[in-house]
């Protein structure tokens, strides 16, 4: 952590105790794209400059520890500026949440690629002869991939030998790995 998230977090003593889970809680549902705190609600607390640096900050604070897997203990002790009960509470939230905190990350690296797939249809035929050969009894599969492209929905259909298909397979499983789903 960098001496400028520990200053902003000092802004949280500002916050009586009881009301720490709340935000902070808050600002991860933020983050997992629901709704942030609302500055109504603490405007007795921060200005609305503050406010917005406190957002900010624990964003980032969130978004450090939980994307570059910053273990607790060092995290714990860059808190040691503040008092055990904030620190207590900011634990709490990143310990209970942090599954969900990784997933939204995750969601958001992959939300970067302009392309998702939104839905898929397959189906397996097996040709039995074609003009050239009376009989080839060759399996393929017709897959239809539905992928939204910058707020358009296309439809692309490919068909796979059996081969093509178990290359296409091992290249999922191998993403699927790597992003560890």
Request: aromatic fraction near 6%.
């Amino acid at each position: 952590m960098e001496a400028e998230e520990d200053l902003s977090l000092r802004a949280l003593e500002k916050l009586p105790a009881e009301l720490g889970p709340q935000l902070l809680h808050k600002v991860i549902d933020g983050i997992c794209g629901r709704a942030y705190p609302q500055f109504k609600d603490y405007d007795s607390i921060w200005n609305s400059t503050e406010w917005i640096n406190v957002l900010e900050e624990f964003s980032k604070f969130f978004k450090t520890v939980i994307g570059k897997n910053k273990d607790f203990e060092k995290v714990i002790k860059q808190l040691n500026h503040l008092s055990s009960d904030h620190q207590k509470t900011i634990m709490k939230c990143l310990k209970s949440r942090k599954d969900e905190l990784r997933k939204a990350l995750l969601g958001e690296v992959i939300a970067i690629s302009s392309a998702q797939l939104q839905d898929f249809d397959w189906q397996l035929k097996l040709v039995l002869s074609s003009d050239k050969i009376a009989t080839l009894q060759v399996p393929l599969v017709n897959l239809d991939l539905d992928v939204k492209e910058n707020g358009d929905m296309k439809q692309y259909s490919v068909e796979m030998n059996k081969e093509e298909l178990q290359n296409l397979i091992n290249s999922l499983e191998a993403a699927n790995k790597e992003s560890g789903l």
